[in-house]
């Protein structure tokens, strides 16, 4: 009989290794760097533990390279998305029932795998499949997915020690279920570890999970698969399904055991399947619990006393790392007029020092776009702002490299505070500037807070301790994530939680003990030793 009660260790966040040229560690991602690339794999929907061949295949090919194919992918139909929906409810009764540490156990086994022999897989597998660089991919697939799994064992652990008073007469006490029915996991191409998270954090509850990856990151998720196998995982328990989002998602939002949705992406999406859901409420068994994390146009404002080198390199690298693909991206800057001049000149000079190319050249800071439909759009936005009157494009746009989807790092000006790249989502390499007077810093900050109807990330870059209160308190609904003095991305878990609000999502904090408690639902025991027996109460006499 197994009556321990678990002590976890708080872990430390995985260190980043620095890939210095001729270290251990570079040699070895560039050993598994060519053997992907001289492979091609096939892959599939791991359905109860095997891989499914469906003939329905999509090509995985490096947006850098499109001409390098890495892998041929099977794809989830209605028969195979039927088959993993009931797999996983075969199996919800077992692993639900699952002593926790030992559900812990399997995660920590992934983390430790990961450290170790997945390592290098993983990581060129999101550089090639993904366009990462090794630098981008490291702090991604490898530091914030171990991070993830090691965590989240502690939060799980903080969460169910919360317990309720009790007496001498009676005692009680909350026991944290799994959800009944499953978790519908939807992750993103952006990042490998939000792709690994979204299905383990809920699973580390107890709950099973049908999880649909972007079809941008096929390799990367069906490697996790891999890893979550071999660290133990129970057949069944996460449904790796790629698919069109039409079948997957319909098949899984139309569910009368749907129990949750934990997703990734566009707010356009989320609020669909957000949609869909309330006109199905009266057929599911509970009501879902809805998580979604969505689309940020996320700002850095700069103070007239802002220190210009930490100024230009928060728009470096919060705009142009991983090609401007992250939802917490700057996309946005607000200029003060005494430090523009200042602030173009130096911002120019330092993109033209940026390379850009293949990822698997560790001298390159940026890769491609994920695909030509962000090509397309991104260059829209650009070449519109050529023509506009009230924007100047001051470098970058589609660049000459015809072996992959290359945007170069664009920097656009622009008069009007309201001008669309100013506001809209673009998620590409393109960072938007408007020049504000000095002495209208306060009201500059109401005209950021109300430009946009994202509220995800966003930085003041300040040496003025009362700017910085000024700006914190204006921007208070602005950012979910809002940091001092850096860049508006680059959340470390344990130590920024991430999440916003207004349409960038429901704001539950990935990487922390709020998101895990949103996968869990609570029962309250109460027993009482010396029951009454009669019903009369004594004011009655």
């Not at 519908?184 to 809920?202: R, W």
């Not at 390799?219 to 057949?235: C, N, Q, R, T, V």
């Amino acid at each position: 009989m197994n009556n321990s009660i678990m002590d976890f260790p708080i872990p430390k966040n995985e260190p980043v290794l620095d890939y210095l040229p001729n270290s251990n560690e570079t040699r070895a991602l560039k050993a598994e760097l060519a053997k992907l690339s001289s492979t091609v794999l096939e892959i599939g929907p791991v359905i109860n533990g095997k891989v499914c061949h469906t003939g329905k295949i999509v090509e995985v090919r490096a947006p850098h390279k499109t001409d390098l194919l890495l892998a041929k992918c099977h794809m989830a139909g209605p028969s195979e998305i039927a088959r993993a929906i009931e797999g996983a409810k075969a199996a919800w009764r077992g692993w639900s029932d699952t002593r926790y540490e030992d559900r812990a156990a399997v995660f920590l086994k992934a983390a430790e795998l990961l450290t170790t022999k997945y390592r290098c897989k993983l990581n060129a597998a999101t550089m090639l499949g993904q366009s990462k660089t090794c630098h981008q991919a490291e702090i991604d697939s490898a530091c914030e997915l171990i991070d993830f799994l090691r965590f989240n064992t502690v939060f799980q652990e903080e969460i169910y020690s919360v317990q309720p008073l009790s007496t001498g007469a009676q005692s009680n006490r909350i026991e944290y279920r799994a959800l009944e029915g499953f978790v519908f996991a939807v992750t993103p191409f952006n990042f490998t570890a939000i792709a690994g998270n979204l299905p383990t954090s809920a699973a580390l509850m107890g709950n099973v999970v049908l999880w649909k990856p972007a079809t941008t990151a096929l390799l990367s998720g069906y490697f996790i698969m891999e890893l979550l196998k071999e660290a133990g995982l129970p057949d069944g328990v996460i449904q790796f399904v790629p698919g069109s989002g039409a079948a997957v998602g319909g098949a899984a939002l139309a569910h009368t055991d749907l129990a949750g949705i934990h997703f990734t992406g566009s707010t356009g999406v989320f609020q669909q399947m957000w949609s869909t859901v309330g006109q199905n409420i009266a057929k599911y068994k509970n009501y879902p619990r809805i998580v979604g994390e969505t689309g940020g146009k996320d700002f850095v404002f700069a103070h007239p006393s802002a220190d210009i080198d930490v100024l230009v390199t928060s728009c470096l690298r919060g705009a142009f790392e991983y090609q401007g693909q992250k939802c917490s991206a700057a996309s946005r800057a607000y200029i003060p007029k005494s430090l523009a001049p200042q602030f173009r000149e130096r911002l120019l000079s330092e993109i033209a020092t940026i390379k850009q190319g293949d990822v698997a050249d560790f001298r390159n800071f940026m890769g491609a776009v994920i695909d030509e439909s962000s090509y397309e759009n991104i260059s829209g936005y650009i070449e519109q702002a050529r023509k506009d009157a009230s924007a100047k494009v001051l470098c970058g746009g589609k660049s000459k490299d015809a072996s992959g989807y290359f945007i170069l790092p664009t920097l656009i000006e622009s008069t009007d505070p309201a001008y669309r790249t100013l506001c809209e989502e673009i998620f590409g390499p393109v960072l938007s500037f408007y020049v504000y007077d000095d002495n209208r810093f306060e009201d500059t900050l109401k005209i950021c807070d109300s430009t946009s109807p994202y509220a995800l990330t966003g930085s003041i870059i300040s040496q003025d301790r009362n700017a910085i209160i000024k700006a914190s308190k204006t921007l208070e609904h602005a950012a979910g994530n809002f940091y001092i003095n850096n860049k508006p991305t680059g959340a470390v878990v344990g130590q920024q939680p991430f999440g916003g609000s207004r349409a960038s999502g429901t704001n539950d904090k990935a990487g922390s003990i709020y998101n895990l408690l949103r996968w869990t639902s609570m029962r309250t025991v109460s027993e009482t030793y010396a029951p009454p027996t009669d019903y009369r109460y004594p004011f009655l006499a």
